[in-house]
């Protein structure tokens, strides 16, 4: 199969993360799941004009290319690992400025401002340092994202799993969006979180 709808897909993603300025021109990463093979964004390509020709297909079990010879993204075996380990259909990985802020403070983004974000991110969990295209970063992402679908990577990133790319894009649009309102907060003495119960009743309509 060539899977030609599903890298559209991918590459249209991609092109949506830039176009709504969570990721720069040449910045983060884009996969899917189809059975046993990843697609992926390339490496060092413009992410904003991005076709289906430009996705390249990745054994799952292996990491191998398939049919391709594209220059694979450093973050490929994060993703392959993510799929190895979890039930998650789709990765997006990219470096939106209020997230990207909070993976370097020692701070959390807040969830519980707005009902949307506790429903769809529950917890925000930072990933340990570890060096940007590595076995290590691989490892420790993919083992988070277990029981966490938006991770903030220490002094990297951000990313977000979903089971369709829609998913996936909707929680890194929404946790930007929490980063920056938990930016804001800041300038006010107090904020009417949603606690107790009220979390609770979210988390039961997951």
Same mark, same amino acid.
């Given at each position: ?9 991918? *590459? ?6 830039? %176009?709504? +300025? @969570? ?11 189809? +059975?046993?093979?990843?697609?992926? #964004?390339? &490496? ?5 004009? %991005? ?15 398939? +049919? #391709?010879?594209?220059? @694979? ?24 400025? $209020?997230? &990207?802020? $909070? &993976? ?29 295209? #590595?076995?290590?970063? *691989? ?10 679908? *938006? @991770?903030? %990577? ?5 990313? #977000?799993? +979903?089971?369709? %790319?829609?998913?996936? $894009?909707?929680?890194?649009?929404? @946790?930007?969006? &929490? *980063? ?7 300038? $006010? ?18």
């Amino acid at each position: 199969m060539n899977y030609q709808e599903e890298k559209a897909l991918v *590459a249209k993603t991609m092109g949506r993360l830039y %176009l709504r +300025g @969570l990721t720069t021109a040449t910045g983060g990463n884009v996969s899917a799941r189809c +059975g046993e093979i990843m697609l992926i #964004t390339p &490496s060092g390509k413009d992410k904003s004009s %991005l076709t289906y020709d430009d996705i390249a297909q990745v054994n799952i079990e292996t990491g191998e290319q398939i +049919g #391709t010879n594209f220059k @694979l993204s450093i973050e490929s075996e994060m993703h392959r690992q993510i799929y190895l380990k979890t039930n998650a259909l789709a990765v997006v990985h990219s470096h939106p400025n $209020f997230a &990207s802020l $909070f &993976s370097a403070l020692d701070e959390k983004i807040n969830t519980h401002l707005i009902a949307e974000t506790y429903y769809l991110l529950d917890e925000v969990i930072k990933v340990p340092y570890e060096l940007m295209g #590595t076995k290590e970063l *691989a490892e420790k992402v993919s083992t988070y994202a277990k029981d966490h679908v *938006a @991770l903030l %990577l220490e002094n990297h990133g951000a990313l #977000t799993t +979903g089971k369709t %790319l829609l998913s996936a $894009f909707d929680r890194m649009e929404v @946790l930007e969006q &929490s *980063a920056k309102l938990t930016y804001l907060s800041k300038c $006010f003495s107090n904020t009417n979180d949603i606690s107790g119960d009220r979390l609770l009743a979210i988390a039961a309509m997951r």
